[in-house]
């Protein structure tokens, strides 16, 4: 069965300071996709970023970047120079494809970053 | 673009009284359509998911119940609700076309129910 640990519950930090997301993955699947969703404190779940797992080149978006070690089965998210609008739940997902055909994303139990100013 | 909007956004409701949460989308044919729960502290639980009108294939045995009546619609009901069924609910959509390329999934607004 399809797992995803995200050990971190809660982190706090400074505004400006760098924080590290941590989520590791469990999965029998050869090819699977990842994927980072951000859910700020109206709720709403707000598409991040999905990495294939045939392709483990880092990503980085603005702020955002993301670490794929295949090796270590981990897909961190870090957030450089942070913000008070970072402040948000992140949630970790693995997708994987059902019998019918349909994906499915299993979640991680998420991170609350507060970022404090 | 596509959209996805479902409502009520915040529901109160009796122990055994019915429940009926609905999710439209708008922008895209045939899409996989999605039920997720998100209980206080649990992280986010697959209910329900449909790849066509009329089917429905259900992730947990649960007290809740979905629909597929059109094409674009899905609909979470159930006919007496338990205080456990309080939660955060979330509709989501992923186009099918290319289910095999890892779409992605996006979600709706959400919906807070909360069974007093």
């Known amino acids: 069965a399809q797992k995803v640990t995200q050990a971190q519950t809660e982190i706090s930090v400074v505004e400006k300071e760098d924080v590290t997301l941590d989520c590791v993955y469990e999965?029998?699947?050869?090819?699977?996709?990842l994927f980072w969703y951000k859910q700020p404190p109206s709720g709403e779940l707000v598409f991040l970023i999905r990495r294939n797992s045939f392709d483990e080149q880092n990503e980085i978006s603005g702020r955002y970047s993301w670490n794929f070690q295949k090796s270590t089965s981990s897909f961190n998210f870090t957030i450089t120079a942070s913000q008070v609008v970072d402040s948000a739940v992140y949630f970790c997902a693995l997708s994987g494809i059902t019998q019918g055909g349909s994906e499915k994303l299993v979640f991680g139990k998420g991170t609350k970053l507060t970022v404090n100013p | 673009s596509q959209t996805i909007h479902q409502w009520p956004a915040t529901l109160v409701q009796p122990v055994g009284s019915p429940l009926s949460l609905e999710c439209t989308v708008e922008g895209t044919s045939n899409p996989n359509l999605y039920w997720y729960r998100q209980a206080a502290g649990r992280g986010l639980q697959l209910l329900f998911y449909s790849v066509g009108i009329g089917q429905i294939s259900s992730e947990v045995p649960q007290n809740l119940s979905a629909s597929r009546p059109q094409d674009r619609q899905f609909i979470l009901s159930s006919k007496k609700l338990l205080l456990s069924d309080s939660g955060f609910y979330l509709c989501?959509?992923?186009?099918?076309?290319?289910?095999?390329?890892?779409?992605?999934?996006?979600f709706g607004e959400g919906s807070w129910l909360t069974v007093v």
């Open positions: 989501a959509w992923s186009n099918p076309e290319a289910v095999r390329t890892g779409n992605t999934i996006y």
């Open positions: 999965t029998r699947d050869t090819t699977y996709y």
